[in-house]
T-cell receptor, first 112, second 112 residues
Framework: DADVTQTPRNRITKTGKRIMLECSQT?????MYWYRQDPGLGLRLIYY???????NKGEISDGYSVSRQAQAKFSLSLESAIPNQTALYFC???????????FGPGTRLTVL | AQSVTQLGSHVSVSEGALVLLRCNYS??????LFWYVQYPNQGLQLLLK??????LVKGINGFEAEFKKSETSFHLTKPSAHMSDAAEYFC??????????FGKGTMLLVSP
């Protein structure tokens, strides 16, 4: 089984809809991240969490919110989706001891 | 704040030829540097990392990179390209107590 899983893998929604992307991990890492990937822009950090009680905004947090329900679960929400939030979204965990991040397979979100 | 610049959004090589993907960084303190690879429809996977030990770093699949402080560079190389190396490659930088900053990516195309 994959160490970092994301659901759904693909989602098409309409402008104004609320949507939640979920991430689960079995690696036992405290640190978790949400990124979005756009062609030609690389990965940009949306939110990150260093433990269950710690939530931090990243470079592009406007229009997004997160919830860290447990050490293993970190969800990203779009309260009112807009077309320019169409992107590939990645969740990642981090092994602090080795400065290494482990990525999920991604969620491809399309907002019409 | 730290940053990375990847030179060339696309690099084309023939199978068996040298692969050279360029990355330059900017950081006010000694950085940690990473190369990640993304195969089609997958998440990112760590290729190699530099964390202030040996300046020549060897990674998976025959890739290596050399940290050159004087040139602020961390270029990725492989002596002989294989068709399976076709993917997008991301350089990333972090410093203590900061998050990871990614470059915009370089797509490697390998022709027979």
């Amino acid at each position: 089984d994959a160490d970092v899983t994301q659901t759904p893998r693909n989602r098409i929604t309409k402008t104004g809809k609320r949507i939640m992307l979920e991430c689960s991990q079995t690696k036992g890492h405290d640190r978790m991240y949400w990124y979005r990937q756009d062609p030609g822009l690389g990965l940009r950090l949306i939110y990150y969490s260093f433990d269950v009680k710690d939530i931090n905004k990243g470079e592009i947090s406007d229009g997004y919110s997160v919830s860290r329900q447990a050490q293993a679960k970190f969800s990203l929400s779009l309260e009112s989706a807009i077309p320019n939030q169409t992107a590939l979204y990645f969740c990642a965990t981090e092994d602090r001891a080795y400065n290494e991040q482990f990525f999920g397979p991604g969620t491809r979100l399309t907002v019409l | 704040a730290q940053s990375v610049t990847q030179l060339g959004s696309h690099v084309s090589v023939s199978e068996g030829a040298l692969v050279l993907l360029r990355c330059n960084y900017s950081s006010s303190v000694p950085p940690y540097l990473f190369w990640y690879v993304q195969y089609p429809n997958q998440g990112l996977q760590l290729l190699l990392k530099y964390t202030s030990a040996a300046t020549l770093v060897k990674g998976i699949n025959g890739f290596e990179a050399e940290f050159k402080k004087s040139e602020t560079s961390f270029h990725l190389t492989k002596p002989s390209a294989h068709m399976s190396d076709a993917a997008e490659y991301f350089c990333a930088v972090s410093v203590p107590y900061s998050t990871l900053t990614f470059g915009k990516g370089t797509m490697l195309l390998v022709s027979p």
